[in-house]
C-alpha cells in the first residue's frame, strides 16, 4: 500500500549543534563548573587529593540513583532502598564477623539487597492497585526493624575481621576503586537506558502504563526486574559503606533514597515518569558530592549544608517551570 | 402565543472538522413528553447540549415559549427554566442529599447555608417524588436509580420547566424503570415538559407522545408515537443504501483462521463462539455494554478469561498477556487510542515502532535508523497528515490519531486484525480511509473482527455479522441474509426480559 496522495513525511532531524547544546544537561555541566571554582575559591584545601578521600562515602547513594532513576522513568517510587542498604550492611557485617570467606559475605550481602528488592517488586506487580510509595514506605520501616533486631539492643555492630572490607576502601594510586565502579555502572546504566529496548520500554511505561501493556510491552515483567535490580544494587551500596565506616548502625543509610531521589531530580528525571536521562542524573550527582565535600572543608555545619541543598534542589525543579512561564509571557506580549 | 414551550429552528454546529449537527428542527409542546432518538453520534446529545447552553450553535434560532432566547451559558439555560439529567449523575458523592439537589443554588441567608430550610425543601421535593429515602443521606450510598431521583429533584428545585432526561433508563433494572416512568408521567401531570433521549424503544412507547429522529447529524423526521412501528423508527434512524459507500472488496474466503470456543468471563460475557477465515471481515456488534470491547480483550490478553479456548489456524493457543497475542499474529486496535493505543507525548514513529523495537533490535539495542525508515513507510502508506514522524500524537486529529494506530499494527507480523471502534470519533474523510485500508487488509488475506456500534459500517464492511447482547451471542448472520432491522432486534433482545 502505498501513500495515496504522495505525501512524504520527514524521518530525519535537523537540529543544529546550538539547540543539541541547549538542554539540562549542558546546564548542569556548567553548574558543576561553576560549584567546583567556587568551592575551590572558599577553601584552600578543595584539592583534588582531598575530594578524592572524602567522596567515597557520598558515592555509595550514587549506586543508589542509577536504578532509582529507572524507577522514577517508569513512573514508580522506591523509598526503601535506605533501608535494604542497612539490612544487608547488618547481615554482611553479621557474617564477616563469624568469620566466612569473604566471597561468601559479599555474595549474601548482595543476595541480602536483592531479595529484598524482589519482595517490593512482587507486591507491586502483583497488587498493581498499591501505590509504590506506600508499599515502599511499609518495607522502609519493615526491612530497617529487622535491621534492628539483628544489630542488638547496642544498636550497632563493628567489623572485626575488616581485611576484605578494608580492600573494597582500597584506591588506586589515590583514586579510590568505588569512583571506578560508580563510574563504569553509570556509563552501562546510562547506555542501557538510552540506547537499548529495555531503556525504550522503561520510557514507555512511564509515559502510558496502559498503551505500553497493548502495545505488547511486559510491565510488570519489567517492573519486577527493576524492583529487584534497585535491590541489589542496594545490596552493592550497603558493602562499600559497611567497609566505609568500619560497621554498621541502625541510622546507616538513613535518608539515601531522599539523597537518590533528589540527585535524579536535579538531573530533570521527573517523578510522574516518562522524562528525563541518566547523564543529567549523574552530573547532578557530581554537583551535590562537590557542594557537600566542599561545603564540608569549611566546616560548614551540616544542617546548614542541607538547607542549601533543599534550596538548590527547589530551584532545579522550578528552573523549567519558570522557562516556560517567560516563554508564555513572551508569547503574550508578541500577540498584543 | 406559540404552541410550542420551546422551539429550535435550522440549528447548525459546527467543531472542527464535523458538522456536528446540520439544519436540524425541533418543537416541544408544553406538557409533552418528546423522546429524541437516533443512533451513536446522530448528534443527539450535542443537540442536548445546545438547548442547555453547553455549546453555542454557529446558526439558527431557540425560542422558549414564543421568545427568541440565546443562552450564553449553561447558567442562562437554568435561569429560563431548562435542566438536564444526565446518564452518569455528576453528583458529590459524600454530601448529603439535600445539599446535592441545591448544590449551586444554596439556601442561605446572610452568605450562611440555612440548613434546616434547605432540608425542608429538599423533603418536600422528595415527597413529591416518592423517595424512599432521606435528605440526609450521603449520595454515595445511594442507587443509580436513587441518584437520579435526586438528579430531578435538583432540577425541580430551580423550578424547571422543561427537564431534559439523557438516557435515563439505561442503567437501571427493570423495576427501576418503572419508578422512573412514574415519576416522569407525575412531572408531566404538574406541567413539565420533558425530552428524553433513549435506545430504548419500549421507553419511547411507554412514556412518549412524539419523537424525533436524528440521523448523521440531520433531522429526520417528528412522528406520533401512536401508530408508529419499531420498523419505521429503525428505518428512520439508521435507513439509508449504504453499501455503496463502502469499499468493500469481493474477497474469495481462505480456511478458517482464528476459532474461539466457549469464551467465559464471569460479569462481562458467556459461551461465546465464533470463527474468523482467511479473507473474511466480522462485524461484532451489539448495544455498549454487550461485552464486545471484553471479548476481544480477552482473546488478545488484556484480561484473561475464566473458560474457554482459542484456535489458531486449527491448533490451541495461550494468550496470557498482550505480547502473547501479539506473537501469535492476532493484532489489537483498541478503542480509545489516546489512552490505550498511543503515546501522546511520544513522536509518531516511536509509537508506530514501540510493539516491533526487539524484533529490530541488534542485541538488545535499537536500530533507530531502521526504525525510522519503517516508521516513515508506514504513517505514508496510511496517509497521515504528520510533516514528520517526531511530530508528538497528541498534536494530531483524532481520525490520524486512529491511521497511526493503524500503522502501528501493520509494523507487526499480522493474522487476525480486531479493530475496536475503528472510526469512533473520526470525520467522514477519514472513515472512508480507515475502511480503505480494512479492505485491503482483508484483500491480502488477514482475519479481520471489527468491533462497531454503527450500523452502516457494520452491513458496508462485514462479511459476517456476529451479535451479542447482555453477554452473549445472539446472532451469527451473513451480510447478504440481514437487515438492519433484524440486527437491532437482536442486539436488544435480551436487554428487554
Known amino acids: 500500500m502505498a501513500g495515496k496522495s504522495g505525501r512524504t513525511i520527514a524521518h530525519t532531524q535537523n537540529k543544529s549543534l546550538l539547540k543539541r547544546l541547549m538542554c539540562w544537561e549542558s546546564m548542569l555541566v556548567i553548574l558543576f563548573i561553576i560549584v567546583n571554582i567556587y568551592c575551590s575559591s572558599l577553601s584552600s584545601t578543595y584539592q583534588i587529593n582531598n575530594v578524592l578521600r572524602e567522596m567515597p562515602k557520598y558515592l555509595t547513594e550514587v549506586f543508589l540513583l542509577l536504578p532509582m532513576a529507572y524507577i522514577l522513568v517508569m513512573g514508580d517510587i522506591d523509598i526503601s532502598v535506605g533501608s535494604i542498604v542497612c539490612l544487608s550492611a547488618t547481615v554482611a557485617c553479621i557474617l564477616g564477623n563469624k568469620g566466612l570467606p569473604f566471597g561468601l559475605v559479599l555474595l549474601v550481602g548482595l543476595l541480602t539487597g536483592a531479595l529484598c528488592g524482589l519482595i517490593n517488586g512482587i507486591i507491586v506487580t502483583k497488587f498493581t492497585e498499591l501505590p509504590p510509595m506506600i508499599v515502599t514506605l511499609g518495607t522502609q520501616i519493615l526491612f530497617r526493624g529487622i535491621a534492628e533486631i539483628a544489630l542488638g539492643s547496642g544498636g550497632s555492630i563493628s567489623l572485626e575481621h575488616a581485611e576484605g572490607f578494608r580492600m573494597l576502601a582500597g584506591r588506586v594510586g589515590r583514586i579510590p576503586y568505588i569512583l571506578f565502579l560508580v563510574l563504569i555502572l553509570a556509563v552501562i546504566y546510562i547506555i542501557i537506558l538510552s540506547k537499548t529496548t529495555f531503556g525504550r520500554k522503561l520510557y514507555a511505561i512511564g509515559s502510558n502504563k496502559l498503551a505500553a501493556y497493548y502495545a505488547g510491552v511486559k510491565v510488570q515483567k519489567i517492573r519486577l526486574i527493576v524492583f529487584t535490580l534497585t535491590g541489589l544494587m542496594a545490596g552493592l551500596s550497603a558493602l562499600f559503606l559497611t567497609a566505609l565506616q568500619y560497621g554498621v548502625n541502625t541510622t546507616t543509610a538513613s535518608g539515601f533514597e531522599m539523597n537518590a531521589i533528589s540527585m535524579a531530580v536535579f538531573g530533570g528525571i521527573s517523578t510522574a515518569g516518562g522524562k528525563g536521562r541518566l547523564q543529567g542524573g549523574v552530573i547532578a550527582a557530581f554537583i551535590i558530592i562537590s557542594l557537600r565535600v566542599g561545603l564540608g572543608q569549611i566546616n560548614l555545619n551540616p544542617q546548614v549544608i542541607l538547607i542549601i541543598l533543599g534550596a538548590l534542589l527547589i530551584l532545579a525543579v522550578m528552573a523549567p517551570n519558570i522557562v516556560e512561564q517567560f516563554k508564555l509571557m513572551k508569547k503574550r506580549s508578541s500577540v498584543k | 402565543m406559540s404552541d410550542y414551550i420551546l422551539e429550535l429552528k435550522d440549528i447548525t454546529k459546527i467543531f472542527p472538522g464535523v458538522k456536528a449537527l446540520d439544519g436540524v428542527k425541533f418543537q416541544l409542546k408544553k406538557g409533552e413528553i418528546h423522546a429524541l432518538m437516533g443512533e ?90 416518592n423517595a424512599d429515602f432521606k435528605v440526609t443521606d450521603e449520595m454515595g450510598t445511594l442507587s443509580v436509580a436513587q441518584q437520579q431521583m ?135 456488534t451489539g448495544l455498549v455494554g454487550a461485552g464486545r470491547t471484553e471479548v476481544v480483550e480477552s482473546i488478545c490478553g488484556v484480561t484473561r478469561p475464566d473458560s474457554g479456548k482459542v484456535f489458531l489456524n486449527g491448533k490451541e493457543v495461550t494468550i496470557k ?177
Not at chain 2, 437554568?78 to 435542566?83: M, R, Y
Not at chain 2, 411507554?206 to 412522528?223: C, E, F, M, P, W
Not at chain 2, 516491533?356 to 531502521?370: C, E, L, P, Q
Not at chain 2, 459476517?464 to 438492519?484: A, F, P, S, W, Y
Open chain 2, 150 to 284: 435526586v438528579e430531578i429533584a435538583k432540577a425541580l428545585s430551580t423550578n424547571a420547566r422543561i427537564i431534559i432526561l439523557d438516557e435515563p433508563t439505561a442503567a437501571l433494572t427493570k423495576n427501576e424503570s418503572e419508578e422512573l416512568y412514574r415519576i416522569v408521567d407525575k412531572l408531566k401531570e404538574n406541567g413539565v415538559s420533558i425530552i428524553f433521549i433513549s435506545h430504548r424503544f419500549e421507553d419511547m412507547y411507554r412514556l412518549a407522545d412524539r419523537v424525533t429522529v436524528l440521523r448523521d447529524s440531520q433531522y429526520i423526521g417528528t412522528y406520533d408515537v401512536d401508530g408508529i412501528t419499531n420498523a419505521d423508527l429503525i428505518k428512520a434512524m439508521v435507513g439509508r443504501e449504504i453499501k455503496d459507500l463502502f469499499p468493500k472488496p469481493e474477497v474469495k474466503l481462505g480456511e478458517e483462521v482464528i476459532r474461539v470456543e466457549n469464551f467465559s468471563r464471569t460479569g462481562y460475557f458467556k459461551d461465546v463462539s465464533f470463527k474468523v477465515r482467511a479473507g473474511e471481515i466480522i462485524g461484532l
Open chain 2, 321 to 497: 498477556e498482550p505480547s502473547d497475542a501479539m506473537k501469535n499474529g492476532i493484532i489489537l486496535l483498541p478503542e480509545d487510542r489516546q489512552k490505550q493505543g498511543l503515546i501522546l507525548s511520544w513522536g509518531l514513529g516511536d509509537n508506530v515502532t514501540l510493539p516491533i523495537i526487539s524484533k529490530y533490535a541488534k542485541g538488545g539495542f535499537n536500530d533507530t535508523k531502521k526504525e525510522r525508515e519503517l516508521a516513515k513507510d508506514l504513517l505514508e502508506s496510511v496517509d497521515t497528515k504528520a510533516v514528520s514522524i517526531f511530530d508528538k500524537a497528541s498534536t494530531l486529529s483524532g481520525g490520524n490519531q486512529q491511521k497511526v494506530v493503524v500503522a502501528k499494527a501493520l509494523a507487526q507480523e499480522m493474522k487476525v486484525v480486531i479493530m475496536d471502534e475503528p472510526t469512533k470519533g473520526v470525520d467522514v474523510g477519514a472513515k472512508a480511509e480507515i475502511y480503505q485500508i480494512m479492505g485491503e487488509l482483508a484483500k491480502e488475506g488477514y482475519a479481520i473482527i471489527m468491533i462497531s456500534s454503527e450500523m452502516p459500517e457494520i452491513l458496508g464492511m462485514s462479511d459476517r455479522i456476529v451479535i451479542m447482547c447482555n453477554g452473549r451471542v445472539t446472532g451469527q448472520l451473513d451480510r447478504q441474509e440481514t437487515t438492519q432491522e433484524r440486527i437491532l432486534e437482536l442486539a436488544m433482545e435480551k436487554s428487554e426480559k
Open chain 2, 40 to 129: 451513536n453520534g446522530a448528534g443527539k446529545s450535542t443537540f442536548i447540549k445546545v438547548i442547555t447552553g453547553v455549546h453555542r450553535a454557529e446558526e439558527g434560532e431557540m425560542f422558549l415559549e414564543g421568545e427568541k432566547v440565546n443562552f450564553k451559558k449553561t447558567k442562562d439555560a437554568q435561569e429560563a427554566g431548562i435542566a438536564a439529567v444526565y446518564q452518569h449523575p455528576t453528583s458529590y458523592p459524600d454530601l448529603t442529599v439535600a445539599e446535592n439537589i441545591f448544590k449551586g443554588h444554596e439556601v442561605l441567608k446572610f452568605g450562611m447555608i440555612q440548613w434546616k430550610e434547605m432540608n425542608r425543601q429538599a423533603e418536600t421535593l422528595l415527597e413529591q417524588l
